[in-house]
């Protein structure tokens, strides 16, 4: 990790402070743009792409909501949760095992860290967590374990920060950004958040995103929605 940006400890303690702000299935993460359109889109893509699925992994998982929209047409999924923050991951557990008959196994780690094995899963999910990766080596490992770990005709869908290649689109995507978070909470949480994102944040443009799931071998990739500096993405193994 760069010396500029905040250690993992410094994020893990973050999220361990803010359980409420990752907890509301009807707004998702207001902090997101198009959080409740991104959620129900990533719950039917993996729906109509993984209809037999069995066996979810949540990466990142927050307070669940991901898992909690999915479980809402895949009911008796077994699930797997991963979460930098042991208070996330109670919070998930608490709120996700009432709603299905499978089981749910909660891991306490760095999805950098993280061996997650040969064809386990039908479904990923991933959102607003690859962004605090830093090297393109690292996108490129977790990437890999993600189509590893994925048995044939599973899918992966993400939901996350981005950025355009481009300054100048950039600079439209950051002024959009903006004007939305002080319309949710004013321009002192705007400029909280953006000094956050400079602080924490590594997010890599969408094209370089798909580009990379095509690379580890993935062989169709999707684009559910875009709005400024957010996307909801994913791909299917055949």
Known sequence: MTSDKSSVEEIRQR???????????ETGQLATVDAPLNLSLVAEAALVTTPH??????????????????????PNLNVTLVDLSQQ??????????????????????DMRDL???????????????LHHLRTD??????????????????????????????PEIQAIHWRRYGEYLASVGGEQY????????????????IVFQLDLLREVGFD??????????????????C
């Open 15 to 25: 999220f361990d402070a803010e359980v409420d702000v990752y907890s509301n299935l």
């Open 53 to 74: 699925a069995k066996e979810l992994l949540d990466v990142g998982c927050g307070g669940g909501n991901y898992t909690l929209k999915l479980l809402q047409r895949l």
């Open 88 to 109: 996330m991951l109670a919070c998930a557990v608490d709120r996700i095992q009432p709603q299905t008959s499978g089981t749910v196994a909660a891991i306490h780690a």
């Open 115 to 129: 061996d997650l094995g040969q064809q386990r899963f039908d479904i990923i999910v991933a959102s607003a967590v």
């Open 137 to 166: 080596d690292e996108w490129r490992s977790v990437f890999q374990k993600f189509f590893a770990a994925l048995k044939p005709s599973g899918s992966i869908w993400i939901f996350d920060l981005i950025e355009s290649p481009l």
């Open 190 to 205: 705007r400029d909280k958040l953006f000094a956050r994102i400079i602080r924490e944040d590594t997010p890599k443009p």
């Open 220 to 237: 169709e990739v999707e684009i559910l929605h875009k709005n400024s500096c957010y996307a909801a993405f994913g791909a299917v193994k």
